[in-house]
C-alpha cells in the first residue's frame, strides 16, 4: 500500500511500479488535497512506465470524519480514495 503524502508524483510512481513488479499489485491511498496527487501518480504509470500492461482493478472513494482539534469546533470531513492497479 502507497500512502500519498506531499512528495512529487513521480516518486510515488516509481514506489509503485516497483510494488507491482514484484507483487503484481498495488493500492494507492490519498485523502484530501492529496487525492489529485494520486491521479497523476496512477497516468504517470499508465502512460510512461506500464503504457498497456496496467489495469485499474478497483477505485474506491469516501470520506472520513476527522474529529475537532478543539473544544467547540466541529468535525471534519475527509474525502479519501484508493485505487488498486494489477499487471496485465
Do not use: C
Not at 496512477?42 to 470524519?65: D, M, Q, S, Y
Amino acid at each position: 500500500m502507497i500512502l500519498i503524502g506531499k512528495k512529487s508524483p513521480l516518486v510515488y510512481a516509481v514506489a509503485a511500479l516497483m510494488q507491482i513488479t514484484s507483487g503484481n499489485e498495488a493500492i494507492i491511498r490519498a485523502r484530501g488535497r492529496a487525492i489529485s496527487t494520486a491521479v497523476d501518480t496512477v497516468e504517470i504509470l499508465k502512460r510512461r512506465f506500464l503504457p498497456n500492461a496496467l489495469n485499474i482493478k478497483e477505485i474506491k472513494i469516501g470520506t472520513e470524519v476527522l474529529p475537532a482539534r478543539e473544544e467547540g469546533f466541529r468535525d471534519r470531513n475527509v474525502s479519501t480514495i484508493e485505487i488498486t492497479l494489477t499487471k496485465a
